[in-house]
């Protein structure tokens, strides 16, 4: 027989009263010596569902490797139940075991700590709330697809080695083939890298976005949705050394058209979340955040709040709070800054625009006022930062004067410049951090949980 998925049994009556057949992964037995039941879970929903064995056809024998974790195969017919929990389950015809779990299966109980849970990553998927995470994250990379391609974007694979190290995002995790113990060393004594495997140093990724711009400036609209790679050593809530982001870049808009864009996006995403991913979003919101589905529909019915840094810091500065983190113009804002505008002045998300420029990238749009570029933040309740984006400076010789400013190695920049030198246009675009859209989602707290397999300062197992 064909294998049924539990989430498509449950999802419509047209299967009652037929014979099925379902696999999956025990998470519960119980019973007497008439009547077992077994809870299966297949991945496919966070529900289970309930197999029923009656003891006259089944003995003990038969039944006693369904233990907690171990994989079985069920035909049978599916009923109405007449227990309460459930409105469907299994009367068992026949059973098949696939393979037993022993009493050193690590999810033994409901219950586990999300830190007991993160040190057994291999294993946590099967739990309810890893299966929901994992699927909300699945629903939200194809959203996002979905999301661009209606609008007409393209979608742009930038490289994830790079040899240009000049974005200034954060620090790169060098990529190289040379032997450690015994580096090849010029005449004057450094490293030779006319021998390592592209002949110059090379790294990850920090972010695709200077690759994105010659994408924009030749098709128009483009996005980037992959890894990215920061050596950065935070070990906060909010920061993986591995994380995925997607990176619109669009000819032709202004940073207003830039926060419009980012402000449908952001909500597009969790409406869809909601629509599809209802029962995950109910099973989390129920153990680990009860305020989860009205903030995802608050952010939807409300417009985000829009002011310039300066604004933003005027508040800060009257507001008599105790920042850890002193706040005056100038500075480079924290996350208590920004959850503080967000969840206790405004109550809404802000977009805080027009940066001081010693504090932004090299690339942004410069203000008349000399002081200021046309850079955007997207701040959100619970996670502060979850977009940053800007309009690019456009103007070859602005570009290029802040570049010698900065001191980057011309030679380095010389292909990006080129999208000045010819044919240049108003462009711009953002950063939106995946796992950080995903925490929003989901309502979970610490970013290890909300990737597969979480790589951190000292930590890349599995
Ligand atoms: P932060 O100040 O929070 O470190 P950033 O200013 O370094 O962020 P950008 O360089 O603008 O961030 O990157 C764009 C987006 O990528 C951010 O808005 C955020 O959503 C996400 N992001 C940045 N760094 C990380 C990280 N280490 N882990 C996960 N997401 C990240
Ligand atoms: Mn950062």
Redesign the pocket.
């Known amino acids: 027989m064909k294998r049924s998925k539990i989430a498509s049994l449950l999802a419509t009556d047209t299967a009652v009263g037929t014979i099925v057949d379902v696999r999956g992964w025990v998470r519960t037995r119980r019973g007497n010596k008439y009547v077992q039941f077994v809870a299966l879970n297949d991945g496919s929903t966070v529900h289970n569902l309930q197999i029923v064995f009656d003891m006259n056809k089944f003995n003990d024998e038969e039944l006693k490797p369904i233990t907690t974790g171990a994989s079985i195969h069920v035909t049978g017919r599916l009923v109405e139940s007449q227990g309460k929990g459930q409105k469907y389950e299994i009367q068992a015809d026949t059973l098949e075991i696939y393979g037993t779990a022993d009493d050193t299966y690590p999810l033994q109980k409901k219950g586990h700590t999300l830190e007991f849970l993160r040190e057994k990553a291999h294993l946590r998927p099967r739990t309810n709330t890893f299966g929901a995470v994992l699927r909300v994250r699945s629903a939200l990379a194809y959203a996002i697809h979905k999301f661009f391609h209606n609008k007409g974007f393209f979608y742009l694979h930038t490289p994830l080695i790079t040899s240009s190290d000049c974005e200034g995002?954060?620090a790169m995790f060098q990529v190289t083939t040379l032997p450690l113990n015994e580096l090849p060393r010029t005449d004057e004594g450094n490293v030779d890298y006319s021998q390592d495997f592209f002949g110059k140093p090379t790294a990850l990724t920090?972010?695709g976005q200077l690759e994105g711009e010659l994408g924009a400036t030749a098709i128009g609209e483009i996005y980037t949705f992959g890894p990215?790679f920061?050596a950065?050593n935070?070990n906060t809530q909010?920061?993986?050394?591995e994380?995925w982001?997607i990176?619109p870049e669009m000819a032709f808009y202004d940073i207003t058209d830039n926060m419009d864009l980012a402000e449908e996006f952001v909500k597009y995403c969790i409406r869809y979340v909601l629509d599809h991913c209802r029962d995950d979003i109910e099973f989390l919101a129920e153990h680990y955040d009860k305020e989860l589905i009205d903030r995802l529909e608050f952010v939807l019915h409300n417009d985000f709040v829009r002011l310039t840094y300066t604004e933003g810091v005027e508040i800060l500065e009257k507001s008599g709070h105790k920042f850890e983190f002193p706040v005056s113009w100038g500075v480079?804002l924290q996350?208590e800054h920004e959850r503080y505008l967000v969840e206790k002045h405004f109550k809404k998300p802000v977009i805080l625009t027009d940066y001081p420029k010693e504090i932004k990238a090299f690339y942004m749009k410069q203000n008349e006022d000399g002081r200021t570029v046309r850079a955007m933040?997207?701040l959100f309740p619970q996670i502060?930062?979850?977009?940053?984006?800007s309009e690019r400076e456009a103007d070859f010789g602005k570009l290029k004067q802040r570049i010698d400013e900065l001191h980057i190695p011309m030679k380095d920049m010389c292909w990006y410049l080129d999208t000045r030198r010819y044919g240049t246009v108003p462009h711009s675009g953002?950063?939106?951090?995946?796992?950080?859209?995903l925490l929003f989602c989901t309502g979970m707290t610490n970013?290890r949980d909300v990737i597969p397999f979480p790589r951190t300062p000292k930590n890349c197992e599995f």
């Open positions: 995002a954060g920090v972010s990215t920061r950065e935070s909010r920061h993986l050394s994380f982001m990176e480079d996350s933040d997207v502060g930062e979850i977009i940053g984006g953002f950063g939106l951090g995946f796992e950080r859209l970013i």
